[in-house]
């Protein structure tokens, strides 16, 4: 399992008390950095150092992969697990060797991909707002909410605010005020997250989205806009990275 300084004194005492067999402390120890699966060197460590663990990342690998490192997660490693982007396949062989795990979508539309989460973290401080540009911006902001439920924060969501409608947003404008950190995700002209970014003191995190026409390049025009935002400060991750939004938060709010 992971060790801090204090695991790592406990299991030391415990070889120089005998209470622990030196064969027990070498295999113990040997799973610290990471455990080598074959194909995938699983980071137990990354908690340590980032405060996060590892995610596994679903587009790539086999159902029987997915599943393999989530076990390996789950039985030497700490803190919540959480399987990203999977497909029905390999949503449905994490969830047949680890039961428990919570999907979402729970329902998914045929191709949606999923986030499955598993041993969700213990409630943590921290008033988090996601706002929408769109309601086609939703599975995005989904990935991030879904995320952020599983390192304990309690997330809310304000929709549907793009700035064809303005008015929508500032109809909001209380709780904007009053959080501790924004997440904006929008697509088209990405011009959502200036206008959060000025209204509220509270870092401002923006999630491009490839919604859009033609000329919105499938996200290119939202991430460059978000870029080049007039809003000093705004804090801006990849296209549709709902989840990089997510640990990009619970880094800001440890």
């Known amino acids: 399992m992971p060790m801090n300084d204090h695991d ?3 299991l030391l005492d415990g070889v120089r008390s005998g209470s622990v067999p030196a ?4 295999t113990r120890l040997r799973r610290v950095p990471f455990a080598d699966l074959g194909f995938a060197r699983v980071d137990h460590d990354r908690a340590v150092r980032q405060g996060l663990p590892e995610a596994v990342y679903g587009p790539g690998k086999t159902p029987e992969q997915c599943a393999a490192i989530v076990a390996e997660l789950l039985d030497h490693g700490t803190g919540p697990v959480l399987l990203t982007r999977a ?7 994490a969830l047949d060797r680890c039961p428990g795990g919570t999907p979402f979508p729970e329902a998914p539309e045929p191709g949606q991909p999923v986030i499955v989460s598993w041993r969700p973290a213990a409630r943590r401080e921290g008033k988090i707002l996601v706002v929408t540009a769109g309601t086609a911006d939703l599975p995005v902001a989904g ?3 879904a995320t952020l439920a599983a390192y304990g924060f309690e997330p809310s969501l304000v929709p549907d605010c793009g700035v064809a409608g303005i008015h929508r947003l500032l109809a909001s404008y209380d709780e904007i005020a009053a959080a501790d950190i924004v997440v904006v995700v929008a697509g088209m002209e990405g011009a959502l997250a200036s206008v959060v970014g000025g209204l509220t003191a509270a870092p ?3 999630v491009p989205t ?3 026409y033609g000329a919105s390049l499938e996200g290119v025009t939202a991430l460059l806009a978000m870029l080049a935002s007039c809003a000093a400060g705004v804090t801006v991750v990849g296209i549709d990275n709902g989840f990089g939004a997510a640990c990009a938060v619970a880094r800001i709010l440890r």
């Open 8 to 10: 790592l004194t406990l």
């Open 23 to 26: 064969d027990e402390a070498v």
């Open 87 to 93: 497909d029905a396949a390999q949503v449905a062989a």
């Open 143 to 145: 990935e991030c909410l």
């Open 204 to 206: 401002t995190v923006a």
């Open 210 to 212: 490839s919604v859009g």
